[in-house]
């Protein structure tokens, strides 16, 4: 069975902090300005093996080149409505189309994304987001490894006092997919449709100027479709997270977070410490303790526009019942935006590593002759794409400021290029891959 050497990636709902949110949008208040957001969203999840970010990012920093938030004219205490929207159809090539440690196939594919955007803003500094996006992957030669994703996202900021904001946020998804790696366990099925819910509330409270707090809680069930003799691997999660915001200088910020997460799988069995599983089992429960640090910068010099954000994430999963699905994973992650001409020409370049160590699983192959040596995995993602515009209105304005924009539909030219290694203790399971995209991007 192909999918048997396969990774894939279960993807998370990506908005985990209301104060970065990663929109062509930006909110208003100058004084609580978020950090710039990466390529990839800052999950609560930490990243599955080959959980590789789709070459569009969703929900990035808005190009310089690409056309500003239509806008309403307003006064200081009138609705103000801006949306904005792109569409990017990319044609691209897989080296290791099932992620095979031998006899990798290639293939081209397609891939196309479109996403929507509102933000309005309401006297007293609220404000209210939504979004809408589709996405997907169609391989030419092998149309079972193909993924289609749709997402909504309604977000609303409420200032209750000088000190005191509150957000509260829902995010709805599909997915579909043939390949998922779950909490470290290859999943092979004939097919991964699901659809996912969350809510989130959130209460920021700002300790002065470069100081915030937060304190966040929520609720998720994602519902799997159905395979014909086998286990639901639908799930109920609850959640709750606490972080501190420091401003460090002029657009350098230091965040610190704290996650916690417990699922209950409704139907998926609990594993014994050797893997197996037998009759009567309790169902799988997972408690998930991570730690986020994240530190951005941005800067202008020479001309030039830089971004940059560093990530250090600790993560312990564990298994209630037998400690089989039980894990601690260190991993890291780098980005950095570059505009060598302003408003024409950007690169983007990132690197994510990580190594998950679980704590009582050995290699599952009794044949190999490493059986007995603890499981382990390890991966390596490097990235880098480039935007170059073609047509169409700049948006700095003659104040120098990206936001002062012309409007007007704007054509640029993007690609990607990424690289990505897996290593695993178990045999036939570790795997090189290269992809590579070109398309364009139309912006408005």
């Known amino acids: 069975m192909v999918a048997g050497t396969a990774r894939g990636q279960d993807r998370e709902p990506s908005r985990d902090d209301p104060s970065e949110r990663n929109f062509l949008l930006r909110p208003t208040r100058t004084n609580r300005e978020p950090s710039p957001p990466s390529t990839y969203d800052p999950s609560d999840e930490a990243p599955p093996p080959d959980a590789a970010p789709p070459p569009v990012a969703p929900r990035p920093e808005p190009k310089p080149g690409a056309p500003a938030p239509t806008e309403s004219p307003s006064?200081?205490?009138?609705?103000?409505?801006?949306?904005n929207g792109r569409v990017r159809l990319e044609l691209g090539y897989d080296s290791n189309v099932f992620r095979a440690e031998r006899g990798a196939s290639g293939d081209g594919f397609f891939h196309g994304y479109g996403e929507a955007q509102v933000l309005v803003t309401f006297p007293e500094e609220r404000e209210l987001f939504a979004s809408v996006s589709g996405?997907?992957?169609y391989y030419f030669k092998d149309p079972i490894a193909n993924e289609t994703y749709a997402s909504t996202f309604v977000d609303y900021y409420h200032p209750l006092s000088p000190i005191f904001d509150v957000d509260v946020q829902n995010t709805f998804e599909y997915s579909a997919q043939n390949l998922l790696d779950d909490n470290g366990d290859l999943?092979?099925?004939a097919k991964f449709d699901a659809y996912d819910e969350e809510a989130r509330a959130t209460l920021i409270a700002h300790l002065g100027p470069r100081v915030s707090l937060?304190?966040?809680g929520g609720g998720r069930f994602k519902s799997f479709e159905d395979n014909p003799g086998l286990p639901s691997l639908s799930y109920w999660e609850a959640r709750g997270s606490a972080g501190i915001r420091y401003k460090v200088w002029t657009d350098g910020r230091l965040k610190v977070r704290y996650v916690f997460?417990?699922?209950?799988y409704t139907d998926l069995p609990a594993n014994l410490r050797d893997g197996t599983s037998v009759a009567g089992d309790p169902k799988l429960e997972l408690q998930r303790h991570q730690i986020v640090t994240t530190f951005s910068q941005r800067a202008e010099l020479f001309g030039m526009r830089f971004v940059a954000q560093l990530g250090y994430y600790v993560t312990y999963n564990k298994d209630t019942f037998q400690n089989d699905r039980s894990y601690m994973e260190h991993s890291v992650s780098a980005h950095l935006e570059w505009?060598?001409?302003?408003?024409?020409?950007a690169f983007d370049f990132d690197v994510r590593g990580g190594d998950r160590s679980f704590l009582v699983r050995r290699t599952l192959v009794r044949t190999d002759p490493r059986f007995g040596t603890a499981l382990e995995q390890s991966y390596c993602e490097i990235t880098i794409s480039a935007w170059q515009r073609l047509l169409g209105p700049p948006t700095r304005g003659p104040d120098g400021d990206f936001t002062s924009a012309?409007?007007?539909?704007c054509l640029a030219l993007v690609g990607d290029v990424s690289w990505y290694l897996y290593h695993s203790t178990d045999i036939r399971s570790s795997y090189g891959r290269f992809v590579v995209e070109l398309g364009l991007e139309a912006s408005f």
């Open 339 to 345: 505009w060598p001409i302003a408003t024409w020409t």
């Open 261 to 264: 997460r417990e699922r209950q």
């Open 406 to 409: 012309e409007r007007g539909l």
């Open 214 to 216: 937060e304190l966040s």
């Open 187 to 189: 999943l092979p099925r």
């Open 75 to 83: 006064s200081p205490d009138d609705i103000v409505i801006k949306a």
């Open 135 to 137: 996405e997907g992957l």
